[in-house]
Each structure stands twice: as C-alpha cells, then as structure tokens.
C-alpha cells in the first residue's frame, strides 16, 4: 500500500492582514504555501536579512529558516502581520524560504 502524501500547493499574493488570516486557514500537514510579495519589498527583505552586506553588491535574496524568519521580516513596514503566525507555523514544524524577487515559500511537512 502506498502511504505517500501527495503535498497540497496554494500561491497567494499579499495583501496583508487579508493573506495572513488565509495562510492560517491553510496550515495542514503536507502543505506549501508560496507568497508573492510585491516587487517593491525586495530592497526591504535585502537590507533586513543581510544588514551587514556591502554596499553595491547585488541584491540577490536567498534565506530559509524556521518560522522566526518571518518575524525577522515582520520589521518591515506592510509585513508586520507575518509575525502573528509564528506561532501556529512552529507548532506545525513548517520551515521558511524567502527568495527571488520577494517570494515566501512555507513548507508544512
């Protein structure tokens, strides 16, 4: 008998308070959820994740992590509601990935 879980998928656009009551809703085992952020964060997610880089170096966004790295971006003015699920994310095991241009990808396993 096959006991593989088939991963559900969902892509969401941000929308602030809106997007982060919808991913809670969506927090199941075996489940992605892929956030766009608009392109205008990605300077913002730049300087947050990497404050020590130097200057004129490209901007490219690579960071994965437990769900405290949605607190870490919850700094930034419009993400704030990202911090009100780390909670219900760690609890779930997820894990994190910020990436390209200001994309969020959570993983529940």
């Known amino acids: 008998m096959n006991t593989t879980t088939r991963q ?3 892509s969401l656009l941000w929308r602030g308070q809106e997007t982060a009551e919808r991913i809670r809703s969506l927090i199941a085992p075996a489940t ?9 964060y990605h ?9 020590a880089a130097p200057p004129g170096e ?13 607190g870490t971006i919850a700094t930034i003015n419009g993400l704030e509601d990202l911090r009100g699920l780390m909670a219900p994310l760690t609890e779930a095991g997820a894990t994190v990935r910020i ?11």
């Not at 300077?43 to 994740?49: E, I, K, M, R």
């Not at 966004?61 to 790295?69: K, M, Y």
Request: glycine letters at 6%.
């Open 8 to 10: 559900q998928r969902h």
């Open 32 to 40: 992605a959820i892929d956030i766009q952020l608009p392109g205008d």
């Open 58 to 70: 490209p901007q490219i966004v690579d960071a994965s992590g437990d769900p405290v790295l949605l």
């Open 43 to 51: 300077h913002a997610l730049f300087q947050t994740l990497y404050p």
């Open 99 to 109: 990436s390209g241009r200001a994309r969020v990808t959570i993983t529940i396993p």
